[in-house]
């Protein structure tokens, strides 16, 4: 089968490599544009046009597909259909409509819940006991296109980097399925009801609300981690807290309540087990507390 690929981040490179391994003719890859990063903030291309150009696959990074030359060029790859994974862009009409078999999307969540730009984080930070991944025909709306295929995971105890990656390669196996076997996967219309929507992150909401109960700051740690990192400031510094346990701990919502840097939440308390200072290394609350005091008693915001 002829393939657009589309997609920028980490998660979609397993998906293009299923493509290839499948022996797909990729006909070219679509990706974000190279971004400032680093301390030199030289341009760097994203993950999926690493693995691309590895791979030897032709890349293309419009700034929008909104123009006449950029569907032209598209149209022109005379693709039997396109696959999109985390591409970051809005495909108008004509994109959509350019592939035989149009587009399909590998979504990483269970539609109708969670359609939008966050789904892995917002599944986490509500607590939801399960997720997947939803192979879903593109059409004009956000993310309401018919669904043809799902896979399912638990949630529980897992962080948003471990979470993704898993989904990841379980929507990779899922894509590869049913490009295999379009026929098998008759589409289905989403039902009306269980639609949320999953909204982009603000880097605001890494800022751990201790306001909240202690299950709830748990969430927001695993949700952040590896990025952008739930963390509170105290001495004028930002701390990230990579991983914690809930405990029995009353206090004043935001207090250390003892010498092992458990906080006091809304209604019990978190003990962080893994932290990072700014510019410093992960490290262990132990080794935090030696070279950073941060006494019983102290507030943190």
């Not at 590895?54 to 060029?73: H, K, M, N, Y």
């Not at 956000?142 to 989904?167: C, I, N, Q, S």
């Not at 509170?232 to 009353?250: D, K, M, N, P, S």
């Amino acid at each position: 089968m002829r393939i657009i690929f589309m997609g920028t981040p980490d998660f979609a490179v397993p998906t293009l490599d299923a493509l290839v391994d499948a022996g797909h003719d990729i006909a070219a890859v679509y990706t974000q544009p190279p971004r400032p990063a680093g301390r030199g903030k030289a341009p760097r291309p994203s993950p999926v046009q690493a693995r691309a150009e590895a791979l030897g696959i032709a890349v293309r990074s419009p700034l929008t597909l909104r123009e006449q030359q950029a569907q032209a060029d598209f149209a022109a790859l005379g693709a039997d259909i396109a696959v999109v994974a985390a591409y970051g862009l809005i495909l108008p009409v004509p994109v959509l409509a350019a592939p035989k078999l149009g587009c399909l999307n590998v979504h990483a969540s269970l539609l109708p819940r969670w359609r939008g730009a966050a789904p892995i984080v917002r599944a986490i930070l509500a607590g939801d006991e399960k997720t997947g991944v939803t192979i879903m025909q593109m059409e004009k709306g956000l993310d309401t296109g018919p669904m043809l295929a799902t896979v399912e995971t638990v949630v529980e105890g897992k962080t948003g980097g471990e979470l993704t990656e898993e989904l990841a390669e379980k929507g990779a196996a899922l894509m590869a399925a049913v490009l295999a076997d379009l026929a098998a996967f008759p589409p289905s219309v989403q039902p009306e009801a269980g639609v949320t929507y999953a909204a982009k992150i603000d880097k605001a909401e890494a800022r751990i609300d201790f306001g909240q109960d202690a299950a709830a700051v748990e969430r927001q740690v695993r949700a952040f981690n590896p990025v952008p990192g739930a963390f509170f400031e105290v001495a004028g510094e930002r701390v990230r807290i990579l991983a914690a346990e809930t405990v029995e701990q009353g206090g004043p919502a935001g207090t250390v309540v003892d010498d092992r840097l458990t906080i006091a939440c809304e209604s019990s308390g978190i003990r962080p087990t893994r932290v990072q200072r700014a510019g410093r290394a992960a490290m262990s609350v132990d080794e935090l507390l030696r070279g950073f005091a941060i006494p019983a008693g102290t507030q943190l915001s």
